[in-house]
């Protein structure tokens, strides 16, 4: 009997061992422990040798190293590593990282001062260093490394932080004159508002702040101010704040001056400046004035819309946002109400959709602006009770109302709302609605740390709907990010195994991708031949080879030679020369030249045919002839040679004709 028809023993072991015996055992032999690092470490040169410059897997190992206690070791990998790409701020972070983990402070200072001399663009080195420094109470070093940063006149932030680390040494003279510094390095309305609101809020220095307003106007051109329109909000707003109300009246005045405000401009900023005027007018001017005006005439506008069309939904959002804007919310819930009433003409989805914010913007009013959660969540409720769900539904409505219960500290409730969203979504068939609601359920437990219940949650999905590749590929991944590898691998198993997919390559593309995470090379190999036992798809060949690339490339040779045989024999030409090709690029990088000119030798000749496609119509077509393909001795490539010897025939005899005329 072939040993290829012997079936292997798959059944566990009858003796489990786990890791931690493994490594207990480990730790009592000494000379196997260091077998073991020596195995490992070479491990790793051989993948450092053949992948010099990938990150990652000098990371690793030096990770390793560091878990040893080996300092100098990982410590050495990362200056190799280094040596390799030194333009890495990434990599320069975690050797300072491992550093300061392992509490050598010098050399993590050491480390940290070569990578802001060699890269000081990079934002955020500096903040580690700056970081480090007043983490450990070395003021003095932590200022000294800020002053050399700001040489570099780094981004706003870099200021900002600084000056904040002034305030928090106690030195607010310091800070000033950081934020002065800013500001004549960056002399914008940007740099100057930072200034005021930093004067205002950190140094509580109001008069400070108000010279900061004064200095921006006077010192930038007029067209910078007329192109931010909000250094006049702040500085009016600040003003106000202080109570010198007929101080932001006077520069509200200047701004309309000098901007033409009105209602109507198309400038985003120059209308929210506008608004804060007409906002401030209300608050500290006449009652008889602008707030009367504007309020009764958009009053009767909305009005008129609603009365010429009830279902105009967006003057009700429009009427409510005015009313609100005045706190007026005994009206606000009143037009809400009457929009309410306004139901849509039929029971399609297309004639609900704007119609449903209604409720939406009714219930978040009820939460943000009258503080009222609970009503807000009776508001969600009867939306539910409204919505014709044999028909359609909204799965926001279902999400929105389960996460205000839980604003209202109503957990229970909320399962309770998701659980029945889910069992009236599943008896619709409503799939698309019912994956956000599930979607949404799990984003909640898992928040919560509720394994269990998402393990519930998606085997509840997986009965309504196993053909779903991405859900079995996300509870899969769900197990392997919680580290149970077993629980994925059995999951991915389950999933191959069904009989009917929508996706079924990117099931098996993950379970291929997981267990080469998880380092099972073995499992990766026999998961490539039951996948080639089910389909000999080119794509899958190739992925198998460089599979084998990666780990010995006679190996990945010997896949590209099954595959190019297996697609020979289904006669399948344009596969061929894919898998050719894959080939020929795998010995241009691996291979040497005589591997190379074999690969090639094998390349196709293309040729153009004829083919009749109707009744005396023919169409031009292109065919691949393979040179191992002549050997074959195929009928159509016999009569291609056929032809060919006529016509030399044919040009030989009409030589000779012309001769004998001569």
């Not at 780990?551 to 344009?574: N, P």
Request: aromatic fraction near 12%; glycine fraction near 4%.
């Amino acid at each position: 009997m072939s040993r290829q028809g012997a079936v292997k023993n798959r059944a566990p072991a009858p003796i489990q061992i786990s890791a931690e015996q493994i490594l207990r055992e480990a730790a009592e032999d000494i000379e196997e422990y260091q077998a073991y690092l020596v195995g490992r470490r070479k491990n790793y040169e051989d993948n450092i040798r053949y992948r010099r410059d990938h990150i990652g897997t000098w990371v690793k190992y030096a990770k390793f190293e560091e878990q040893n206690k080996e300092f100098e070791r990982a410590r050495s990998i990362y200056e190799r590593c280094l040596e390799v790409t030194h333009r890495s701020g990434e990599l320069w972070l975690r050797y300072a990282e491992f550093e300061m983990r392992s509490e050598f402070l010098n050399h993590a200072r050491n480390v940290l001062d070569r990578a802001v001399a060699i890269l000081p663009r990079i934002d955020f080195l500096w903040y580690k260093y700056v970081y480090m420094e007043e983490l450990t109470g070395n003021v003095s070093h932590c200022r000294a490394v800020f002053e050399r940063w700001m040489l570099w006149i780094p981004d706003d932030n870099a200021w900002l932080s600084f000056a904040r680390f002034e305030m928090r040494c106690g030195e607010p003279n310091r800070a000033q004159g950081v934020m002065s510094r800013y500001v004549e390095t960056y002399p914008s309305a940007k740099s100057f508002l930072k200034y005021a609101k930093f004067s205002e809020y950190e140094l509580k220095d109001y008069d400070l702040a108000r010279k900061v307003f004064e200095e921006t106007l006077k010192n930038l051109d007029e067209d910078e101010i007329i192109e931010n329109p909000k250094v006049f909000q702040n500085f009016a707003n600040f003003e106000e704040r202080r109570g010198e109300h007929e101080r932001a009246r006077l520069i509200y005045l200047h701004a309309v001056k000098m901007l033409n405000l009105d209602g109507e401009s198309t400038n985003k900023l120059r209308r929210d400046l506008y608004s804060s005027y007409m906002r401030f007018e209300k608050k500290h001017g006449d009652k008889k004035g602008i707030e009367n005006l504007v309020k009764l005439q958009k009053t009767r506008e909305y009005e008129q819309r609603i009365q010429k069309d009830s279902l105009d939904y967006d003057a009700y959002f429009d009427y409510a946002k005015l009313l609100v804007d005045d706190d007026n919310f005994a009206q606000v819930r009143d037009i809400y109400e009457r929009g309410l009433g306004a139901l849509p003409p039929g029971n399609e989805k297309k004639y609900w959709k704007r119609y449903i914010y209604l409720w939406i913007n009714y219930a978040l009013f009820e939460e943000i602006n009258c503080g009222d959660v609970s009503r807000a969540c009776e508001v969600y409720l009867a939306c539910l009770d409204l919505i014709p769900h044999n028909l359609f539904t909204f799965s926001k409505i279902w999400i929105y109302c389960a996460k205000a219960h839980i604003r209202a500290n109503k957990l229970a409730e909320c399962r309770k709302i998701l659980g029945k969203g889910i069992g009236i979504l599943s008896k619709s068939k409503l799939i698309a609605e019912l994956k956000k609601v599930i979607e949404a359920y799990l984003a909640i437990e898992l928040a919560l740390g509720e394994v269990e219940r998402c393990r519930q949650i998606h085997l509840k999905y997986l009965e309504l709907v196993p053909q779903n590749s991405q859900e079995w590929t996300t509870f899969a991944q769900l197990e392997s990010n919680l580290g149970e590898s077993e629980r994925a691998r059995a999951i991915f198993e389950l999933a191959i195994n069904q009989e009917e997919l929508d996706m079924p390559e990117a099931v098996w593309k993950s379970y291929i991708d997981f267990e080469i995470n998880e380092g099972e090379f073995d499992r990766v190999r026999s998961l490539y031949q039951r996948l080639l036992e089910k389909t000999s798809h080119v794509k899958v060949w190739i992925s198998f080879a460089q599979f084998e690339a990666l780990q010995d490339v006679d190996t990945s040779r010997k896949v590209f030679q099954q595959g190019y045989d297996a697609l020979k024999q289904e006669a399948l030409k344009e596969e061929r020369v894919l898998l050719l090709d894959a080939w020929r690029v795998l010995e241009k990088r691996e291979g040497t030249s005589t591997s190379v000119g074999k690969v090639e030798s094998m390349m196709p000749r293309r040729v153009k045919r004829r083919r009749m496609v109707g009744d005396q119509e023919w169409e031009e077509y292109f065919d691949y002839h393979f040179p191992d393909d002549k050997e074959d001795g195929t009928g159509s490539l016999r009569i291609l040679e056929m032809a060919a010897k006529w016509k030399q025939q044919q040009q030989d005899e009409d030589s000779d004709s012309s001769s004998d005329g001569e």
